[in-house]
């Protein structure tokens, strides 16, 4: 989120990514978000991994308008990209590498919940409970 501020440059003020919506996957998950069948869940996960991909594109684009630089030496260019150019493209650029982060968090958070991340968790906390009981 931008507030104008008394310079009139927008400041953006979001500083840190929310986390996803409680999300259930049949008996799965948490109850009081979102709450998806498992047989259809694996179908949103892909729309998911699809916008991620939208979204790095994105990310590639931005890059450019944020590294954008004067055509010229003197003062008119310079003054361009200085209050308008340059803090927009970061701006943009800082806003879509947010999405991106949300969109790791939400596909994480529905594969928690449909069970596929969970069998792994278990797995680590089994190795980790074993690791030192054969030393003597």
């Known amino acids: 989120m931008t507030q104008p501020t008394s310079g009139n440059m927008p400041v953006d003020t ?3 990514v929310p986390p996803p919506a409680p ?3 049949g008996t799965n998950g948490s109850p009081g ?3 998806f069948d498992p047989d259809q869940v ?3 996960i ?3 991994h699809q916008l991620l991909t939208d979204v790095e594109a994105d990310i590639t684009q931005a890059q450019t308008i944020a590294n954008v630089r004067p055509p010229g030496a ?5 003054d361009f990209i200085k209050q ?3 803090p927009s493209g970061d701006t943009l650029l800082q806003q879509h590498q947010r999405m991106r982060e949300y969109i790791h968090n939400y596909i994480n958070a529905l594969e928690q919940a449909s069970g596929k991340i969970a069998q792994t ?6 190795k980790a409970a074993q690791q030192g009981r054969d030393i003597t």
């Open 84 to 86: 308008g150019a340059g």
């Open 46 to 48: 892909n729309k998911w």
């Open 74 to 78: 003197e003062f008119a260019s310079g």
């Open 121 to 126: 968790d278990d797995d680590a906390r089994q």
């Open 23 to 25: 999300i259930q996957v």
């Open 14 to 16: 979001l500083t840190s």
């Open 33 to 35: 978000g979102y709450k």
């Open 42 to 44: 694996q179908g949103v």
